[in-house]
T-cell receptor, first 113, second 113 residues
Framework: GAVVSQHPSWVICKSGTSVKIECRSL??????MFWYRQFPKQSLMLMAT?????????EQGVEKDKFLINHASLTLSTLTVTSAHPEDSSFYIC?????????FGQGTRLTVV | GDSVTQMEGPVTLSEEAFLTINCTYT??????LFWYVQYPGEGLQLLLK?????DKGSNKGFEATYRKETTSFHLEKGSVQVSDSAVYFC????????????FGQGTELSVKP
């Protein structure tokens, strides 16, 4: 299957700082990338959908100024959590799609202290 | 909107027991249906999928059949192993929205020796 690499796999940051998470499709061109958030023992909730070269589409309730998404190329999308606070601590997972199917990254565990 | 409902966990079974995890969905048109598995601290792995009514997805002894008349996609395995302990997510991709996934709440499975 296709490979999607997400980096970093875990990060600890201080409250008020910003954190960038990268999602790369290694062996295919991803026209669309998705960002999900998962709280402990809960399901994955779609945060936003990004298409290469255009602005991301955010799900209802997701602050676009707080969660900045960039999809500048067909192999890379980034999620930046700006001015992070402890309530932003979560597991963030990306997926990349070039056709009908999506492939997931390994996830990033963000802890804000 | 489209949604997925799966049985609540945790489900605790003895090794070699029969497993069923129920999943039902609400969707317009003809969604694709998936089961994903998540091991502790890891990302998601696709377990199996089905794209049209009456399709049966199968992998590693797990199987699920796309039942349009009952809008269900129940996961089954004839004989579980300790290594099957994980969280299982049922998900759908809405019709014509390739790559986007809507997840159920997840069911934790614990298999005891």
């Amino acid at each position: 299957g296709a490979v999607v690499s997400q980096h970093p796999s875990w990060v600890i940051c201080k409250s008020g700082t910003s954190v960038k998470i990268e999602c790369r499709s290694l062996d295919f061109q991803a026209t669309t990338m998705f960002w999900y958030r998962q709280f402990p023992k809960q399901s994955l909730m779609l945060m936003a959908t990004s298409n290469e070269g255009s602005k991301a589409t955010y799900e209802q309730g997701v602050e676009k100024d707080k969660f900045l998404i960039n999809h500048a190329s067909l192999t890379l999308s980034t999620l930046t959590v700006t001015s992070a606070h402890p309530e932003d601590s979560s597991f963030y997972i990306c997926s990349a799609s070039g056709s009908l199917w999506a492939f997931f990254g390994q996830g990033t565990r963000l802890t804000v202290v | 909107g489209d949604s997925v409902t799966q049985m609540e966990g945790p489900v605790t079974l003895s090794e070699e027991a029969f497993l069923t995890i129920n999943c039902t969905y609400t969707a317009t048109g003809y969604p694709s249906l998936f089961w994903y598995v998540q091991y502790p601290g890891e990302g998601l792995q696709l377990l199996l999928k089905a794209t049209k009514a009456d399709d049966k997805g199968s992998n590693k002894g797990f199987e699920a059949t796309y039942r349009k008349e009952t809008t269900s996609f129940h996961l089954e395995k004839g004989s579980v192993q300790v290594s099957d302990s994980a969280v299982y997510f049922c998900a759908l991709t809405p019709y014509n929205q390739g790559g986007k996934l809507i997840f159920g709440q997840g069911t934790e499975l614990s298999v005891k020796p």
